[in-house]
Structures are given as C-alpha cells and as structure tokens.
C-alpha cells in the first residue's frame, strides 16, 4: 500500500523536501538523538497515547467544539465560517496542545527539569502549566526586552513555579533568548528536556510538534462531518511558526481541501515591518533547521514584527517551506489594521474575544468569504484574546457596534 504523506514526511533525517533537518551544536548531537528515539518507540506506545489521551480529556478540556459562525457568515454576505475553538482549552490557546505532550515525553525519559525560550511569554506559560502538573521543573529563557514588554506573562510563568533567565545579551529579545537557553541546555541535556514551542528547531521538534497538534485536525474533521456531513472546502490558520496550522491541516493533507496558511504583513512590505516568512523570505538555516527564513544584510534573522507578538518569527516550520513550495497550501497575508478590524468584529457578531494572532486568520476568512460565497471555510482560533485587550483599546478605540 501507498504511504500516506504524513507517513513518508519528513524522511529519517528530520527532512520535508530539502527542508528540516538537524543544524546543531556537536555537544547536542546526542541529546537530540537521545529525544528521536525515544520519539519513535513512543509515539507508537499504548501507554503514552492511552496517558495522553486522558490528560486532553481531563486536564485540558478537550475535545474543543467547532462553533458554526453564523452573524459574521452573514456579515461578509459569502461563504459559511466555521471556527475550530481552541481558545477553550486550558490556558486560552492551542500551545498547551504540544507542551503536555512534551512535559510527558520529558517524564518518560526520566527527566527533572523541561526547558525553553520564549518570545512574547505564551510558550512559557503552557510550558510552566504543563510543569506544574508534571511535578517537573521549569526553566524559561527570556529576552530582558521582552520581560519588560510581556510582564503579566512573566508573573504568571513566576505563579506557576517556572523560574524565568532573563536573556542581556544583544538586541535581548527573542534571538537572545535561544541562545542563552541552548547553552544552558549543553550542561543540562542529560536530566533536562528542551521543549520546542511550534513545528521549528532542529529534527524530531517540527514532525513531534505537528503530531501532538495535530488532535486539533483530527477532531475538527470528525465534527465538521457531523454538522455538514462533508469535509471544508478551506481550512486557514495563521502561520508564526506553524504549530496551529500544522495541526489543523495534518488531518486534511491528502483530502481534496484548500489549505491556507496566513501570515503576519504587518505595517508594510519593506523588511522590519512584517514577518510574512514565505512570502518575502528565502532559503536558511538558523535556530537549527533548513527553511525559508527573513535575512538582513548580513544573512542573520532580520528584525520582524507584528501585532500579533505570538506570529512575529523571522523563520517558518520547515514543513510549511516545504508545503507551499510543492503548491500543496496556499500563502496569505493579512496586515495589523484588518486583525484588528477582524478582533473588533468576531467580538462584537460572535461574542469571542480572538487572539491578535488569531485574529489574522478571521480577517483573512472574512475576505474569502466574501469572494467565494458558496464554501466553507473552517478556520483554527487558534486562542483568546484576554492577554491582547488592555494592549488593542489603548491604541485602537472600540468602534461602535452596528445595530
Ligand atoms: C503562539 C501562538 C500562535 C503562533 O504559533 P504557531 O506555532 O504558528 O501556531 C498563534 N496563535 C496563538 C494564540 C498563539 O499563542
């Protein structure tokens, strides 16, 4: 029998086409080896899929229903948007997905301690939760910028027991970050486990990632059929790393479905005031995988940015390179001024309040919709917008609602 393509990618190597793979410090080399194996006999264990299992069931809240968006299918005047809710499962986002899945493939091992850097705080905190619920220790890299941007999920990692490095080196943002906890993990890699926080990194992180995430996918196909007793025509995610879109898509991938993977546009089309990955970027290697990456002059990550501080990544899960160059998903953007308009109006049709990063897919829905009005769209939320409201009403007045 034919493989399917989940089955035949990536290669042994960690490879999806020529990109993937493992670009790591010889000192890590084994650590690496040590989680791929593991990796392997584990995710055909009966007793780590049966544990897994229980815990999205009863720790997080799991399965997460799809909410048929009606006022806002209305609203575009087109085709039918379906949202995939994972803002309601524990912790407000999709994260916690792959981080209890990470916590428990660190307890496998044997391990006390599981470590990781952290951008805008959000992997942090579903790192420390799943710590926590593992009695394991937790160990959370950040750029000194960034704690000072992202304090309330700095307190929160800090009420969760984590202990947070502040990260002073540089630019001391996100880039810092990986660097300082790459080093601290060389002298720890034998009682610690570096938890990966999207489909990034080097090899088995972005295949591992896609599998834990990709209950999302399985989930939304069986309850799309028993609502509409068909597949979507589309499902759209917003891409940073690619975490949520990889596990929405991975169930639909040999279907014949519309994959479209949204990226961050920012202010503008000029280096620095996006982080639209695929569109702009070209080939690369940093952070220890092949793909296609933002450069600046020098051939290093160019500064990024978006409002949706969870989606602002110079580089883009190796499988997403991969996928949008064999033509087998479709790359969108969607700037800050129509998330926003996008936040503003899931809230006031839907009463769900989106992740800014979120948002970018419910913006990008909104318009295909009003183009196609015979589809179906089915779109991953990826989270809540909790963490993002005092930031958007002091910059962005709350507009009146239409009545
Ligand atoms: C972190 C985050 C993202 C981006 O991560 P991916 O790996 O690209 O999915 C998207 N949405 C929310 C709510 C996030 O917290």
Redesign the pocket.
Known sequence: MEKSYLESNPNQEGFFGKYGGSFIPPQLEGAFKEINEAYDKLSKSFDFLNELKNIRKHYQGRPTPISYAKNLSEYCGGGQIYLKR??LNHT????LNHCMAEALLAKYLGKKKIMAETG?G??GVALATAAAYFGLECEIHMGEVDIQKEYPNVVRMKILGAKVVPATHGLKTLKEAVDSCFEAYISQSDTALYAI????GPHPFPKM?RDF?SIVGYEAKEQFFEMTHKLPDNCI???????????LFSAFIDDPVKLHAVEPLGVGTKLGEHAATLTFGEEGIMHGFNSIMLKDENGEPAPVYSV?S??D?PSV?PEHAHLSQIGRTIVGTCDDEEAIDAFYKLSQLEGIIP?L??AHAVAYAMKYAKEHPKESILVNL???GDKDIDFVVEKYPIPQKEQ
Request: glycine share 28%; charged share 15%.
């Open positions: 994972e803002d407000g986002a999709h994260k805008a959000q992997h926080g999207s489909v990034v990632v995430q995610a917003c891409v940073g790393g690619g975490s949520n879109a990889m596990g949706g969870g989606i990544y899960g992740a990063e979120s990826s989270g809540r």
